[in-house]
């Protein structure tokens, strides 16, 4: 991971904005007290908030596994018409 002072982060911020968001690699703010920070796009946030909730519900992960392994000849077209 990238890493830059909290100085220079604030005379580029814009940039760096656009940075993390085009390359989706995130960036490590480095102050002086030793707390550090990072900056990431938030498409990137938001996945990542996505995969802690799916991984927070039991058995979700492992359904995702299996339904992964299964051959797409299993697979029905989805129907948008479809009444559930």
Do not use: C, F, R
């Not at 904005?17 to 707390?35: A, Q």
């Not at 799916?54 to 697979?75: F, N, R, T």
Request: no cysteine; hydrophobic share 35%; charged share 20%.
């Amino acid at each position: 991971m990238t890493a830059i002072t909290i100085s220079s982060a604030q005379n580029n911020l814009p940039q760096l904005i656009s940075e993390v968001n085009d390359s989706n690699l995130p960036l490590t703010i480095i102050n002086d007290s030793g707390k550090n920070a990072v900056l990431l796009s938030e498409d990137d946030w938001n996945s990542i908030q996505e995969t802690l909730y799916l991984h927070s519900v039991p058995g979700m992960a492992e359904s995702i596994i299996k339904a992964g392994q299964e051959p797409l000849s299993e697979y029905t077209a989805y129907d948008p018409g479809e009444e559930w």
